[in-house]
């Protein structure tokens, strides 16, 4: 099992900044993958940026330039830099883990609120 809890939404106005966190435990060694998905309303859960164990990151077009995923390994924390917001960025956000061993099990956070204002 691995456990993940995110930090860092909130409200922002455009052009702001946010950076979201999410803290990983448990079984972290078998993870393969992490990254963001954000969900708005009325919309289907989409990709925002994901980074690979190895450090390969992988961009929504949306959010090319403007986010950064990281992770610190001695921390087991992945992170979502986020800059020049819009209010099209508002959306829950979600954490995400792969595990891949003998099948693909992914884990989720409870999701983080940001809220972009125009």
């Known amino acids: 099992q691995v456990q993940l809890v995110e930090s860092g939404g909130g409200l922002v106005q455009a052009g702001g900044s946010l950076r979201l966190s999410c803290a990983a435990s448990?079984?972290?060694?078998?993870?393969?993958?992490m990254g963001w998905y954000r969900q708005a309303p009325g919309k289907q859960r989409e990709l925002v940026a994901a980074?690979?164990?190895?450090?390969?990151?992988n961009y929504a077009d949306s959010v090319k330039g403007r986010f950064t995923i990281s992770r610190d390994n001695a921390k087991n924390t992945v992170y979502l830099q986020m800059n020049s917001l819009k209010p099209e960025d508002t959306a829950v956000y979600y954490c995400?883990?792969?595990?891949?061993?003998?099948?693909?099990?992914?884990?989720w956070g409870q999701g983080t609120q940001v809220t972009v204002s125009s």
């Open positions: 448990g079984r972290i060694f078998s993870i393969n993958a």
């Open positions: 995400n883990a792969v595990v891949a061993v003998v099948a693909i099990i992914n884990y």
């Open positions: 980074i690979t164990s190895g450090g390969s990151t």
